[in-house]
């Protein structure tokens, strides 16, 4: 059941981020969030080409080697832990081009930076599922389903315990905390804007409209990405925590775990890149040819009270 699934996540995600990667390219002048976009598809590209097509091999044709299967858990947690690294950069970016316009200018126009912000996500998603190689927690064959390795998160070691419970706070906890606190921050932002705006510009009802349905489209788009990402990774989380708590693994929740991960590789690119506008008009320009205005980000308090 869950077999045709899985190649069909596979295959979208691999025609959507290098449909990504094509679009965003495309564009000449390239700032840091493009270059976040690009290295967010390709973590995601590496995650099924060095990954769940390995695991694929050891499902369907032979899965005898164990050190296969390890370089295929190794390949899926490095790609894992590096986007969700990208997610919490991405929020960053927003973050600073909303809450502080002026220096989003003057820094992020230059897309040199952006490579600067990215490197560090994938140093930290490799070190992190190296570790096991190294002898902090360790890659063995699932219990349910032998031709996939993981981390190990059912033992009751101190050395795989203190592995999961630090990586279920670094790569769980923490990004979801900072990604939500950027989120409500950029929102509670564009409330007090429309806000300011509304009382500057009295009479300029079509300038408020627009900036109320901005801050609508972006409370939409805050929610589904916490929720999208809750999805994708709870299930890991839920297990490693049901095993501290009752010495006993949930198998339903380990078995379909990765099924939620690889969703990932399809709900990433729609989410954080065919949800903003940019990207669409620069996609409908590359497909059919046309012209479109580049799209523009709306303005915050300091830069309505400059002009």
């Not at 969030?33 to 050891?58: M, P, Q």
């Not at 952006?114 to 490197?119: D, E, H, K, N, R």
């Not at 190294?134 to 063995?140: A, D, K, Q, R, V």
């Not at 670094?170 to 007090?192: A, E, G, H």
Request: charged residues 15%.
């Amino acid at each position: 059941m869950t077999g045709p699934l899985v190649f069909i996540f596979l295959l979208a995600g691999i025609i959507l981020n290098l449909l990504v990667i094509f679009v965003v390219l495309k564009k000449q002048n390239r700032t840091v969030k493009h270059i976040l976009v690009i290295s967010f598809a390709c973590c995601l590209l590496f995650e099924i080409f060095f990954g769940f097509i390995w695991e694929g091999y050891g499902r369907y044709i032979d899965d005898s080697s164990l050190e296969l299967c390890k370089m295929a858990g190794f390949g899926a947690t490095f790609s894992s832990l590096a986007s969700i690294m990208h997610l919490v950069d991405m929020a960053l970016e927003r973050y600073i081009s909303i809450i502080h316009p002026m220096t989003a200018y003057q820094y992020f126009n230059n897309y040199m930076l952006g490579i600067y912000m990215v490197i560090p996500s994938w140093i930290i998603g490799f070190v992190w599922a190296f570790f096991p190689f190294l002898g902090w927690g360790e890659y063995m064959r699932e219990a349910n389903h032998s031709y996939r390795c993981s981390i190990v998160g059912t033992s009751n070691s101190v050395n795989a315990q203190s592995y999961n419970y630090t990586m279920l706070i670094v790569f769980f906890f923490l990004p979801i905390i900072i990604i939500t606190y950027l989120c409500v921050r950029i929102q509670m932002q564009l409330v007090k804007t429309r806000k300011k705006a509304a009382e500057t510009f009295k009479g300029a009802t079509k300038m408020i409209d627009g900036r109320r349905k901005y801050e609508k489209q972006h409370f939409v788009l805050v929610c589904i990405n916490i929720i999208a990402y809750f999805v994708t990774w709870a299930p890991y989380a839920i297990s490693t925590c049901w095993y501290t708590f009752f010495n006993s693994a949930p198998d339903d929740v380990i078995g379909y775990s990765a099924l939620f991960a690889k969703s990932s590789l399809v709900t990433n690119p729609i989410i954080y890149v065919f949800f903003y506008r940019e990207f669409r008009e620069i996609l409908k320009a590359t497909l059919f040819k046309k012209n479109t205005t580049p799209s523009v980000e709306m303005p915050t308090i300091e830069q309505s009270t400059e002009q």
